[in-house]
């Protein structure tokens, strides 16, 4: 079955870095538009990026233009998001996603961004 595990969040200062991952099973990465979505205490769950199937085109929210990056390896069917220049208004649970505005999601990564 689809299965996807996040991992790689914690505590940073602001100005850090972090790099997330995505642990993709029961499907192939690199055939789907994946997608990261983040949700900090009382708002909605926001989207943050994505990166087509083809992996040619990647886009972002414009809070995070600039200082996030996604990726993926194929050949570890893992995708990566990749945070720098962290705002403590970058706090939130990061989830993946297998698709965009719908399909399935992984159980969340907590960052949090604090001196």
């Known amino acids: 079955q689809v299965q996807l595990m996040e991992s790689g969040g914690g505590l940073v200062q602001p100005g850090g870095s972090l790099r997330l991952s995505c642990a993709a099973s029961?499907?192939?990465?690199?055939?789907?538009?994946m997608s990261w979505h983040r949700q900090a205490p009382g708002k909605e769950r926001d989207l943050v990026g994505y990166i087509s199937s083809t992996g040619a085109v990647t886009n972002y929210a414009d809070s995070v233009k600039g200082r996030f990056t996604i990726s993926r390896d194929n050949a570890k069917n893992t995708l990566y998001l990749q945070m720098n220049s962290l705002k403590p208004e970058d706090t939130a649970v990061y989830y993946c996603r297998r698709g965009l505005n719908y399909g399935d999601w992984g159980q969340g990564t907590q960052v949090t961004v604090s001196s």
């Open positions: 029961g499907f192939t990465v690199s055939r789907q538009i």
